[in-house]
């Protein structure tokens, strides 16, 4: 099989978008990615994928922390920002907890100190310990074949 055609595959399965965020020399650093899943309960562990060739993989070698923040379906633009995809930058409302970055309305902000990494093929994979929480309500926005979309909760009968 070639790249496109695995790349095709993989993009049939719907996933939320994340930007994941962390700063270096007091410096936010951030991109969008949908590789993420939860890893434990015990310890709260959560996993990410970074590509070999992106910026944000010696961020966090050198931060040793992140945030993944779950977006809401009223945070494209942000998605956008994040994947380089804006020809004039937006300006971006952050929180802060343990000197990370969270950006604000985000669905969940969920903080991390790096509890290891593995290099897998063209990415690292950063495991997660999670130090804290932030929720709020919302809608999630979604990404399936290449495209955003949104959420419609169905009802069974």
Request: glycine letters at 8%; proline letters at 2%.
């Amino acid at each position: 099989m070639d790249d496109r055609m695995f790349r095709n595959a993989m993009g049939m399965f719907a996933t939320g978008v994340t930007v994941i965020t962390t700063t270096t020399d007091n410096e936010v650093h951030g991109m969008t990615a949908n590789a993420f899943m939860s890893v434990s309960l015990t310890p709260k562990l959560v996993l990410i994928s970074i590509g070999e060739k992106a910026k944000m993989l010696s961020k966090i070698k050198e931060s040793n922390k992140f945030v993944v923040n779950l977006l809401s379906d009223q945070q494209k633009e942000v998605s956008m920002q994040f994947a380089g995809q804006l020809k004039e930058n937006i300006d971006v409302d952050f929180s802060w907890s343990n000197d990370l970055p969270l950006i604000k309305d985000s669905l969940a902000s969920i903080v991390c100190d790096v509890y290891s990494y593995q290099v897998a093929g063209d990415h690292t994979l950063f495991i997660g310990e999670v130090k804290d929480l932030v929720l709020n309500d919302g809608e999630p926005l979604t990404f399936y074949k290449g495209k955003y979309g949104g959420y419609a909760a169905e009802t069974l009968v």
